[in-house]
């Protein structure tokens, strides 16, 4: 057996997590943190937030509790069952800082925590980054030029 | 050169195992010498926590036979852990002459065969071949950070905490090293980090039919044949690539990484990895087995995927290594 048909050969027989199983909880899971987010949003108004101060404040909550879950080696668990479910809500965003500065503590603070904190989810930065800009661009175009 | 190392003075004096507790909830919990409950082992970072699983799997070895670093001529050895830290910083106390392997996970075979071939050359009488890997630091060094909240492909292995060592020496002892063999490294082209098993499934196959080929030896002549670390998805695939071509393999083929765990009942994906894999489930299992008299001879086939995470980004496939190793069982001395 060649290469390329090994590699067809053993591609094909590999079993696959279940697409339908992941995605009910992807949708369960992710809109349960949505719904948590929406209660948030309604509390913050009823404390007197304005409506964009709330939302600021929903992502900050949301951000410190995927923080804390996986400080205390939570999160980790729920994220094996959920997958999208908790990796797409910005609870998947603050994991996967949170994850390589734990991980990389015993590195120190500087060469450790600080410079691998952005390991995974440095990519996520640099095309959020990219994208606001070019947003901002075609915005100003649109609104200034025009 | 002949590819097929006879040795005819080379025997297992001793034998120890150091594992942690996932290996511990397995099936084979009974075999091993010592279990630690505490994943960092007493220390405060991964790699020490590796280092001294290694330390103390070297000193339980020396121990049993009441023997002092002086006592030993050499340490054949290795680990996955970049620039194999774990295994030399966990020697460096010992004083003990150190040959630091990386054959990945087929590391234990290949320290074997190191150790046994340097006894065999009358260059030393008395020698140590380990290997060891441990489920974090590996984690850490290969895939995500240990709390990242992801998941993992059904192909995918659980790497085996532990460290398992064999005392080599003349001294005639009950289990024999008769022979071995270094393979030959094979590239399958496979490029999927979470199949290991199917990049090493294909150099596993070729070791065992060349072995085959240059000994005059049949499948019939062994009691258990295991590959080291192929897992459920490689072990199948290797039993596909092979067919019928060696006959009567089926019944006593077996691999380390679907012994150790439970497959079923925990979670570890398609099984164990990991140089500490084969090492503990030899040192540990099979070689009680030999000395209990329940088998006779061991074909030991460590697998290896030669591989490291920037060679993996950059595209470059997996290449698979076995390395075979016959234990037998001698009746004279036992």
Redesign the interface.
């Known amino acids: 057996?060649n290469?390329?048909d090994?590699?067809k050969y053993?591609?094909d027989?590999?079993?696959?997590?279940s697409c339908l199983l992941?995605s009910v909880k992807a949708f369960f899971v992710g809109g349960f943190i949505c719904c948590i987010g929406q209660a948030l949003f309604n509390l913050y108004l009823w404390w007197g937030a304005d409506e964009n101060t709330a939302r600021t404040l929903v992502s900050v909550t949301l951000i410190f509790a995927a923080g804390l879950l996986?400080?205390i080696?939570v999160?980790?668990?729920?994220?094996?069952f959920s997958?999208a479910g908790?990796?797409v809500p910005i609870t998947?965003f603050a994991?996967?800082i949170?994850?390589?500065a734990?991980?990389?503590k015993?590195e120190g603070k500087i060469n450790g925590v600080c410079s691998k904190m952005f390991v995974?989810a440095g990519p996520v930065i640099v095309f959020g980054t990219l994208s606001s800009a070019i947003y901002g661009l075609v915005y100003y175009i649109v609104t200034k030029v025009l | 050169m002949n590819k097929l190392i006879k040795f005819d003075n080379v025997y297992v004096e001793e034998r120890a195992s150091v594992v942690g507790k996932t290996e511990k909830a397995g099936p084979l919990s009974a075999y091993f010498d010592m279990c630690e409950e505490d994943e960092y082992f007493g220390t405060?970072?991964?790699?020490k926590a590796e280092s001294e699983m290694t330390h103390r799997c070297l000193n339980l070895l020396m121990s049993k036979k009441k023997l002092k670093s002086d006592d030993i001529d050499l340490i054949c050895g290795g680990d996955l852990l970049n620039q194999c830290v774990a295994s030399s910083f966990g020697v460096k106390e010992s004083g003990v002459p150190y040959l630091g392997l990386y054959g990945a996970c087929s590391t234990f075979a290949e320290g074997v065969i190191c150790a046994s071939t340097f006894i065999k050359a009358g260059a030393i009488n008395r020698g140590i071949a380990h290997a060891s890997s441990h489920f974090c630091s590996a984690e850490?060094q290969y895939r995500?950070?240990?709390?990242?909240?992801?998941?993992r492909?059904?192909?995918s292995q659980n790497t085996v905490t532990g460290c398992g060592s064999l005392l080599l020496s003349t001294a005639p002892s009950p289990i024999r090293v008769k022979d071995g063999m270094v393979g030959r490294i094979v590239?399958?082209?496979?490029?999927?980090v979470n199949?290991m098993g199917?990049a090493m499934?294909?150099a596993a196959a070729d070791s065992l039919t060349e072995y085959f080929a240059l000994s005059d030896k049949k499948a019939s002549d062994f009691d258990i044949i295991a590959t080291g670390d192929l897992g459920r998805?490689g072990f199948?695939?290797c039993c596909e690539?092979l067919g019928d071509s060696i006959v009567g393999l089926k019944d006593k083929f077996t691999d380390c990484g679907m012994l150790i765990f439970d497959l079923e009942g925990q979670d570890v994906h398609a099984g164990g990895s990991g140089c500490g894999c084969s090492a503990v489930v030899t040192a540990g299992y099979f070689l009680n087995k030999l000395y209990m008299g329940e088998i006779n001879n061991l074909l030991l086939l460590s697998t290896g995927a030669l591989m490291n995470p920037t060679t993996v980004f950059q595209g470059q496939?997996i290449s698979g290594i076995a390395h075979a190793v016959h234990f037998e069982r001698n009746s004279v001395y036992a």
């Not at chain 2, 590239?187 to 999927?192: K, L, P, Y």
């Open positions: 057996m290469n390329a090994y590699k053993t591609t027989r590999a079993k696959r997590s992941n996986t400080g080696g999160f980790d668990k729920i994220g094996k997958g908790t990796l998947g994991n996967a949170a994850a390589p734990i991980e990389n015993t995974m | 405060d970072t991964w790699e850490k995500f950070p240990l709390e990242y909240g992801g998941q492909t059904p192909t590239d399958a082209g496979i490029t999927d199949n199917a499934a294909k998805e199948e695939i690539l496939s």
